[in-house]
């Protein structure tokens, strides 16, 4: 049984806040990368339109290879601001360098520990000590028990607003970009009190496989999902592949409308 005092985070202030947790259920979408302007505007619409109350987009991209869009840094933020304002969507955004992180979160409404920063604790400890929740993405070799270390060392900092999101792990299979752990979304259920939401995008690595894995997640009883979209994935400059848009789009919202009636 999922415990039976697993919390609720809260993302945003002045009385509209967006609860995370049980009893709920929150979509988190937006691009991958912050391109432009219009480009994060026209996915914030997308998102909002299929049903979500989160806007994600990254500023900084900790990318495989070294020469290509790492992310417009502060001017991303700065987008992401806006586009707040235009939308009332609150921002989540990765940050990457403790030196950053100061600056992200006077922008940000919620702060992203990607996959490959799950273990760095330079990085933990300085998002710890920050008064905004925290999505703690799971490394790609990460445990369920390292995860759950990695989530203690940002509360015993103080900060114990902290979303767990599964985003898949690495396994030998390397038909998608990561195996998507669905164990994980019940078994943190029971073992820790925090909200856990799956990131089926950057699990799958391709944009067919997203819908289905999502429904499996909600099946699982995810407390909510984090999805990429772009208004014209052809021509993201990051990921493309895996961002919906469209009909894939269209399903997952009605996938997200159909929630089981344990919710
Ligand atoms: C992301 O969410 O933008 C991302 C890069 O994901 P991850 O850290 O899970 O690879």
Redesign the pocket.
């Known amino acids: 049984q999922a415990r039976t005092d697993r919390s609720v985070v809260w993302v945003g202030s002045g009385g509209r806040e967006v609860p995370v947790g049980p009893g709920t259920f929150t979509l988190i979408a937006g691009p991958?990368a912050v391109e432009s302007a219009a480009q994060t505007l026209g996915a914030a619409r997308l998102a909002a339109g299929a049903g979500a109350t989160l806007l994600?987009g990254?500023a900084y991209?900790?990318r495989t290879f070294p020469g290509v869009f790492q992310g417009l840094g502060k001017d991303a933020l700065r987008i992401l601001a806006d586009v707040r304002e235009a939308t009332g969507l609150y921002v989540v955004t990765?940050v990457i360098d403790p030196a950053d992180v100061d600056l992200v979160a006077s922008y940000a409404d919620m702060l992203?520990i990607?996959?490959?920063n799950m273990q760095n604790y330079a990085l933990l400890d300085s998002v710890g000590r920050q008064n905004k929740p925290i999505l703690l993405?799971r490394g790609l070799q990460a445990s369920v028990d390292e995860w759950l270390m990695a989530a203690e060392y940002v509360a015993q900092r103080g900060n114990c607003e902290i979303v767990l999101?599964e985003?898949g792990i690495r396994t030998f299979e390397t038909a998608t970009s990561a195996t998507l752990d669905l164990a994980a979304i019940p078994l943190v259920q029971r073992l820790s009190h925090l909200p856990v939401v799956v990131?089926p995008t950057?699990a799958a690595g391709r944009r067919d496989l997203i819908v289905p894995l999502a429904r499996a997640a909600i099946a699982a009883g995810a407390d909510g999902l984090?999805i990429d979209v772009h208004p014209d994935p052809e021509n993201a400059l990051v990921d493309g592949a895996q961002a919906l848009a469209g009909a894939e789009l269209r399903e997952l919202a009605s996938a997200v409308r159909q929630l089981p009636p344990m919710l």
Do not use: F, S, V
Request: aromatic share 0%; with cysteine.
């Open positions: 991958c994600r990254g991209k900790p990765e992203q990607g996959a490959t993405k999101c985003r990131d950057h984090l």
